[in-house]
């Protein structure tokens, strides 16, 4: 059976996955400086032909994945009405999806096909219906849930996560978006089935049980 999931979201070791004043040229915000260090470094490591802990995450992070659920922060900066509809997210004319992905938000836009396979979809509709929408686009696959923090504890506190991956970095922010706020009994249930670590970051891997 299809399964939801969450891959590489890491949090510094209070907890955090984004500081504040999120923004262009800070995506996720001041103070959080190499949070995502440990996956550049292995992304290199994969294209050089290296292996470890690190790369063997982001590979599993995408084996079965048939679509993808964000949230309107992690495709892009810009908060409240679209001034235009010229953003079409961080990763050029070619995102690494190569599926279909959807984007929660309140202000809809019309679905956005790039190259690559990837088409973006931009929904204002509630979790379990974009989850079935996605489950759809998925065709049998799994889906994965790509962040930011508000959207993955929407589909935590709903109970809709089968797995979940968290990489915890050597890094204290003190302020910002934590991960696992405002979750609730979300999180009951949950056994941690892998923890290993590298070098750079710890991984652990939930399972619903």
């Known amino acids: 059976m299809p399964k939801v999931r969450v891959h590489n979201v890491t949090v510094s070791l209070d907890g955090f996955a984004a500081g504040p004043h999120q923004r262009l040229d800070e995506p996720f915000g001041d103070g959080i400086e190499g949070l995502h260090d440990w996956m550049i470094a292995a992304m290199r490591d994969r294209a050089d032909g290296k292996s470890g802990i690190d ?64 088409t973006f979809h931009f929904t204002d509709e509630p979790i379990d219906t974009v989850l079935a929408r996605a489950f759809d686009a998925a ?37 910002g978006e934590r991960l696992l706020d405002n979750v609730a009994d979300g999180i009951d249930g949950y056994q941690v089935t892998e923890l290993v670590s590298s070098a750079t970051a710890t991984h652990a891997h939930l399972v619903r049980r």
């Open 55 to 118: 790369v063997e995450c982001i590979e599993r992070s995408e084996e079965n994945i048939g679509a993808t659920i964000m949230g309107r922060n992690m495709f892009g900066p810009q908060r409240g009405p679209w001034q235009d509809e010229s953003w079409k997210g961080w990763w050029g004319d070619n995102p690494p999806y190569h599926h279909d992905v959807f984007v929660h938000t309140h202000h809809v836009r019309p679905s956005l096909a790039m190259e690559g396979g990837t």
């Open 139 to 175: 065709a049998g696959q799994d889906v994965r849930i790509g962040g930011g923090s508000a959207t993955v504890q929407q589909y935590l506190r709903a109970g809709l996560i089968d797995e979940m991956h968290l990489v915890v970095v050597p890094l204290l922010v003190g302020r």
